[in-house]
């Protein structure tokens, strides 16, 4: 690595969360993230109300990264910014904030990909924590996205599967909604799951070929069931949450799992990273290190406040891509549907 002391600011502000942190060299010295609470009682993100408050976040968000690092923005390096993928809003306060900011301090400006800095999460120096070896497979799995990648090094990688309709997150929202849980609904589901018998309500997997995903089966599915079953007895969601959750779990989980073992199957690599918010669920962590007993996996999961977004995700992107000298144009505007 490099001798001299490089500080990066990365800023993230894809969705909902208005983030920044500051990176030395590899290792994460703040990271700070304003959520916004507003979304709840919406039961999910209002994009105009989110590209506003990122508006009065960004500033003070980004004052709170520079003095818990203890540093002044003179000392920066450069600045990595979300360029996509996300609501255009949000994308656009961050890196309309980051643009001028570059310019006003006269230092490079580098946009990253969202779902690349999930993926590369796995790189920030966390004492305990390893880092995959070149080729390997990674899982983002969020409320936005769910896609299986093959990663060659920091900037080669390969979407070989993705969601062909919803996303893992949105599978657990949506299923949260019937049962009439809040929103978010993935951590209740998951803590409720760890109560009941994942065996009790069998729903079926959905055929889709390949290493693509569906979701909106299964969301469908389980919304024909519970209003069948309440029509036959009104407390049935009360009466069995426990193991309603369980099992919407245990099929989710079930349909990750399925589809990893096929990648693993098609490109021989066994060593599996997962990343993104869907990956702090505690049913998923425990099928990967079963996987690492059953399959002969090596698996990788990102310490927890690296998996929902954040902006330590985007500096690490931005130190990796400021070590090849991969600068913005002044000209770079954010996109809503960036590819990896």
């Not at 993100?45 to 690092?69: F, Y």
């Not at 969301?219 to 193991?243: G, M, R, S, V, W």
């Not at 693993?264 to 918010?277: D, M």
Request: charged share 20%; with cysteine; glycine share 10%.
């Amino acid at each position: 690595m490099h001798s001299e002391n490089i500080y990066i600011l990365g800023i993230e502000s894809s969705c909902d969360d208005t983030a920044a942190s500051i990176i030395h060299n590899g290792k994460i010295l703040s990271n700070v993230i304003a959520n916004q609470s507003i979304h709840e009682e919406f039961g999910g993100v209002v994009p105009e109300l989110a590209s506003r408050a990122h508006q009065q976040n960004i500033v003070p968000v980004v004052h709170q990264a520079l003095a818990k690092a203890n540093i002044s923005k003179d000392q920066l390096h450069a600045i990595a910014f979300t360029r996509g993928p996300g609501l255009m809003g949000s994308l656009l306060v961050g890196t309309s904030f980051a643009k001028s900011l570059a310019f006003g301090l006269n230092i490079p400006l580098i946009d990253v990909n969202h779902m690349q800095g999930h993926i590369l999460a796995h790189f920030i120096d966390v004492e305990g924590f390893k880092k995959p070896p070149f080729p390997f497979i990674a899982m983002t799995i969020s409320g936005g996205h769910t896609q299986i990648v093959k990663v060659k090094n920091y900037f080669d990688m390969d979407v070989i599967g993705e969601t062909i309709d919803d996303a893992v997150g949105e599978a657990y929202d949506k299923s949260g909604k019937i049962l009439g849980l809040g929103y978010p609904a993935g951590p209740e589901i998951d803590k409720r799951a760890q109560l009941g018998n994942p065996k009790a309500f069998k729903f079926t997997k959905p055929k889709v070929d390949g290493l693509n995903f569906s979701f909106s089966g299964l969301k469908t599915a389980i919304l024909y069931f519970i209003q069948k079953e309440t029509k036959a007895n009104p407390n049935f969601i009360a009466e069995n949450i426990n193991d309603i959750c369980a099992s919407i779990q245990y099929t989710i989980i079930g349909i990750l799992i399925d589809k990893l073992k096929l990648a693993t199957k098609q490109t021989g690599i066994k060593h599996i990273a997962i990343g993104g918010g869907v990956s702090a669920n505690s049913g998923i962590r425990k099928a990967l290190k079963d996987g690492e007993q059953k399959f002969g996996w090596t698996t990788y999961v990102p310490k927890f406040e690296f998996t929902t977004d954040n902006a330590a995700m985007i500096a690490i992107v931005g130190y990796l891509k400021y070590l090849e000298q991969d600068f913005s144009e002044a000209n770079v505007t954010a996109s809503a549907r960036l590819r990896i």
